[in-house]
């Protein structure tokens, strides 16, 4: 070994013999052959699979309602509320990364609302239509079915935001309210969303009047540029390094599935999103309205646990913390998760460690059987 | 926001590497890469290791340049232009689209979203008169359950008191 090689790490790598690239070479084979299997394991992969039955549909919107061997322990049911971006499936997206067979292994009757795919004739549906009206006959059909007065409502990212609205319109129907990653405080600028939906930057009306809907192509492109490295480069990286493992291409081809399953959200509902929160921080301030009704977060006074990723890009802690401040509960709880903003629900660590602990707050806080 | 170091594109891009290099270097000085140790077959696991580290350092760097850059004025100028040109786009297409439409007598998106605009209209109004008409008769109920206890309390004050259908219908 020269002095050169040494002292300068690169140095080594520069001895170009056979025998190094040896393994590299083999490695690449091995994979190569391996690539029918994994064409036909990501065949086979099917998310979303735990048996449902639709109780309830208006327009596009479904209710699902899951079925389980396990006997209910709990009275209360549970209404799952996902983002009006991508499908609700994440929260079931394989067996043993479902949320839903988390709560239903927990003894919990749990239904998840499905928004569906808005088209253009639903460009004109507003935050009001979704909360005042679909939220609200959402639970309305659960506590009716269930034969219950209060359901649990559980919202993720942007089905957080909804829900927490919905509550503090609706506050007699909600027995308990979980927020999951869900933005409510738009006043810290340093987020990447924040700073690209800047009026000065961003002109939503223009968006909106030419596409009448926001467009799924360019709301994954935009979710996608907030780590680029991570979703262009790393996550291959990763695929190629990893293909051999079964359980890993499984994950992995459900996770593509869902993150390439986007839809179009309703462009008046886009429109005042962006503007009255992203923009303007209306909620937080107790100044947003939908249709006449101003939505007062202190009205909340059921008990409510605010779930946050640390490692999450697209609702920072800083959007999601405040709420706990902002209602008028007196029984609230945070916790926050070393996770990103999809590994809150996907992730094996969060089906281990964050999961069990959701399961017994919710139980505690329940109607028992 | 706005960050101060895209003044200088050169010196920006020489920055970014440098300090890439340097963090490469280091994450390999660390892993302890042995400079002969691939004369054997298999590669010495202190080269894997430092191959690794050197990716993740590479990794992180360019993801914190992407970071600072997708904050910067050039890029949220570039987003900006890119934004209006589609639009542009998109809106000259839909005028010629709906030309042609026009001059082959088709019905258009326009005529069909009026239809579906006066049909919600329809539905709202609808809604609201099923709304009012669910207020009143509820207050008919609740003044006919009100009577109706009065009455029973009058002629009995031992029989318990009646509900009205409506709280009944209640769980």
């Known amino acids: ?369 | 926001m706005a960050s101060d170091a895209s003044a200088n594109p050169t010196e920006q891009i020489s920055r970014f590497w440098t300090d890439m290099m340097a963090q490469m270097g280091q994450a390999a000085a660390h892993a302890g890469m042995p400079g002969g140790a691939t004369n054997g077959r298999q590669p010495a696991p202190a080269y894997d290791d430092a191959a690794k580290s050197m990716q993740r350092a590479f990794f992180d760097a360019m993801a914190k340049y992407f970071d600072e850059f997708m904050r910067s004025e050039q890029f949220l100028e570039h987003m900006k232009q890119t934004m209006d040109q589609s639009i542009a786009m998109k809106k000259m297409m839909d005028d010629f689209l709906i030309k042609t439409q026009t001059t082959m007598q088709s019905p258009v998106r326009g005529d069909v979203e009026d239809l579906a605009h006066l049909l919600r209209g329809i539905e709202e109004r609808l809604f609201d008169r099923i709304d009012r008409l669910e207020n009143k008769v509820a207050a008919v109920e609740d003044r006919q359950g009100a009577g109706r206890d009065a009455k029973a309390s009058g002629a009995s004050r031992s029989e318990k008191s009646t509900t009205s259908p409506r709280n009944a219908k209640k769980r």
Request: proline share 6%; net charge negative.
């Open chain 1, 1 to 369: 070994m020269t002095n050169a090689t040494m002292s300068n790490p690169f140095m080594s790598m520069l001895p170009p013999t056979p025998a190094m690239f040896m393994p590299t070479f083999e490695g690449f084979v091995e994979r190569m052959a391996a690539m029918p299997r994994v064409m036909e394991t990501a065949g086979k992969v099917k998310v979303g699979a735990t048996p449902h039955d639709v109780i309830y549909s208006e327009d596009k919107l479904r209710v699902l309602h899951y079925q389980s061997d396990i006997p209910k322990a709990h009275a209360t049911p549970l209404v799952l509320c996902f983002a009006l971006v991508n499908r609700p499936y994440i929260l079931d997206l394989l067996p043993h990364k479902s949320v839903v067979r988390r709560f239903l292994d927990a003894g919990f009757d749990v239904f998840l609302v499905d928004w569906g795919e808005p088209s253009q004739n639903d460009r004109h549906l507003t935050i009001e239509h979704y909360v005042c009206r679909y939220m609200h006959n959402v639970m309305s059909r659960v506590a009716e079915f269930t034969e219950q007065e209060q359901v649990s409502l559980l919202g993720y990212c942007m089905g957080g935001t909804l829900s927490a609205m919905y509550t503090s319109l609706h506050p007699e129907m909600v027995k308990n309210l979980i927020l999951m990653a869900a933005p409510v405080d738009w006043a810290e600028r340093d987020a990447l969303l924040v700073q690209w939906t800047d009026p000065k930057y961003y002109d939503v009306d223009a968006i909106i009047d030419a596409y009448g809907n926001a467009p799924p192509h360019v709301l994954q492109g935009a979710f996608a540029l907030l780590k680029p490295m991570a979703n262009f480069v790393e996550k291959y990286v990763g695929f190629y390094e990893r293909m051999n493992d079964e359980k890993f291409v499984e994950e992995f081809t459900a996770m593509e599935t869902w993150g390439n399953d986007n839809i179009p959200v309703a462009g008046e509902t886009f429109r005042q999103f962006v503007k009255d929160c992203f923009q303007k921080n209306l909620l937080s301030q107790g100044k947003m309205k939908l249709g006449t009704k101003r939505i007062d977060l202190s009205n909340i006074t059921c008990p409510v646990l605010n779930l946050m990723a640390s490692n999450d890009h697209l609702v920072t802690c800083g959007q999601s913390a405040p709420f706990n401040d902002l209602v008028g509960s007196r029984d609230r709880k945070a916790i926050t998760f070393r996770a990103g903003h999809i590994g809150l629900s996907v992730s094996s660590r969060a089906h281990k460690e964050l999961w069990p602990n959701v399961c017994e707050w919710l139980g505690e806080r329940s109607e028992k059987i």
